[in-house]
């Protein structure tokens, strides 16, 4: 009932592996870590998904109809973190049918330092629901080794793939290479492509984890996929509901100020 990948194998040894299987070392109950309900392993097929940091790596569960056995690679603060929500101490996640919000540290060099406030909901595109993440930032965003004034945000996005929304009700463009990054049913990051031979790179990563709301959560299991929205500073603003998300995203592509792409889910 256990699946054990073979990149999961690699990593944790043969020995730990055939213990695993064998059920010596496996808990009978677990919470998963993609959808977080309570899973049995003697029950239900169950994925093994391990988190990898600089210096730690944390063996965690999943029902295996939510998501492969597979590695997830995060930083070492992120899988403190990840430890810590196991052990029940990071707080529930954002009140159902309002965005949740987060700050982070942008990947786009900035002498003023900017941050990039993400806010998650979800966004009706056509007659389905997609999960959405908006990224604005507290303040114009500068061209690497600029010295001069205004924003270069849109421009660099654009550059890096990034297309303008026109329309909607429109499914923006896959973006290769980029993917969005969640652990333990948190948000961690949004990840750009690496350098030849190099891991991902973050482009945005929370100061702390972003808890989402379930249905969230759930929608982006199922689609497997995020679609991710910018916009420059004052364009979207803090907003308390998705309805208002929405109006607030209408508005910014009608004054062509918005950009988006859709991104894979990576973790779980």
């Known amino acids: 009932m256990l699946d054990v990948s073979d990149e999961v194998r690699a990593e ?11 059920g010596e070392t496996l808990p009978e ?4 870590t993609s959808c977080r309900t309570p899973g049995s392993t003697r029950s239900e097929r169950t994925s093994t998904v391990l988190f990898v940091g600089e210096e730690t790596a944390v063996l965690a569960f999943a029902h295996a109809g939510c998501i492969p056995s597979q590695i997830v690679r995060v930083s ?3 899988i403190q973190s990840a430890v ?16 949740a919000e987060a700050a982070g540290t942008p990947a786009v060099a900035d002498d003023r330092q900017a941050v990039l406030g993400v806010t998650c909901g979800q966004v009706l595109i056509g007659d389905q629901l997609h999960p959405a993440i908006v990224v ?6 500068a061209r690497p080794g600029s ?5 270069e945000f849109l421009p660099l996005l654009i550059e890096a793939g990034f297309l303008p929304v026109t329309d909607m009700a429109k499914r923006p463009d896959p973006l290769p290479g980029w993917s969005v990054l969640m652990a333990m049913g948190k948000l961690h990051a949004v990840l750009q492509p690496p350098e030849e031979g190099q891991q991902p ?3 945005w990563q929370a100061h702390q984890p972003l808890a989402v709301t379930d249905e969230w959560r759930a929608t982006a299991n199922k689609a497997n996929s995020v679609v991710v929205y910018a916009a420059p500073a004052g364009s979207i603003g803090q907003q308390p509901r998705e309805d208002l998300l929405r109006d607030a995203l209408d508005k910014a592509a009608a004054n062509g100020v918005l950009v988006a792409a ?3 889910l990576a973790g779980t």
Not at 84 to 99: L, N, Q
């Open 12 to 22: 944790i040894g043969e020995d730990e592996a055939a213990k695993l299987l064998a």
């Open 29 to 32: 109950s677990y919470d998963c």
């Open 76 to 78: 070492e603060e992120q």
């Open 84 to 99: 810590r929500t196991i052990s029940g101490e990071a707080g529930g996640p954002a009140e159902a049918g309002s965005p």
């Open 136 to 141: 604005e930032p507290t303040g114009p965003i």
């Open 147 to 151: 010295t001069g004034g205004g924003d």
């Open 201 to 203: 790179t973050s482009w």
């Open 262 to 264: 859709t991104m894979p």
